[in-house]
């Protein structure tokens, strides 16, 4: 398994694994907006994308948005998104993702990781394995839409 960070070459690898995992999600299939969001993200740089690739094919992903901590003055990011392709599933991809995620807070002295995910993601069980914590803390989100 190679993992690399994303550039704009590897969208044509991106959009299909992006676009089945908004469909995970319920939302319907659109390659071109997923195109155009990905693209977004690389060309203003405002995301990291780690790609996982099998003998040169794209079999899952991650996208790290960059955060700040106001309370201790740190960096980090929030792993918003974390997908693997279904035939390739239990292969440890997405442990290998997350852990080159962990590796880039390190090398950039980051304070760690968040994750946001669903309620009933049965990945939870991954991210408590690789030592993430559950937060108490009350969370809050207004919606606009």
Known sequence: MN???AQIDNL???????NGYRMFYKQSS???GVHH?????????????FVAYINDKAVGFTQLYP??????MLAMYLLNDLYVDFNHRGKGIGQALIEKA???CVSENNKGLAIQTAYDNPAQHLYERLGFER???????????
């Open 3 to 5: 993992i690399i960070k």
């Open 12 to 18: 044509k690898d991106l959009v299909p694994l992006f």
């Open 30 to 32: 659109d390659k071109d």
């Open 37 to 49: 969001f990905l693209l977004e993200r690389l060309k203003n740089k405002d995301a990291v994308i």
């Open 67 to 72: 955060l700040q901590s106001s309370v201790s």
């Open 102 to 104: 962990k590796q880039l």
């Open 135 to 145: 937060e108490t803390d009350l969370h809050f989100f207004w919606n606009s839409k």
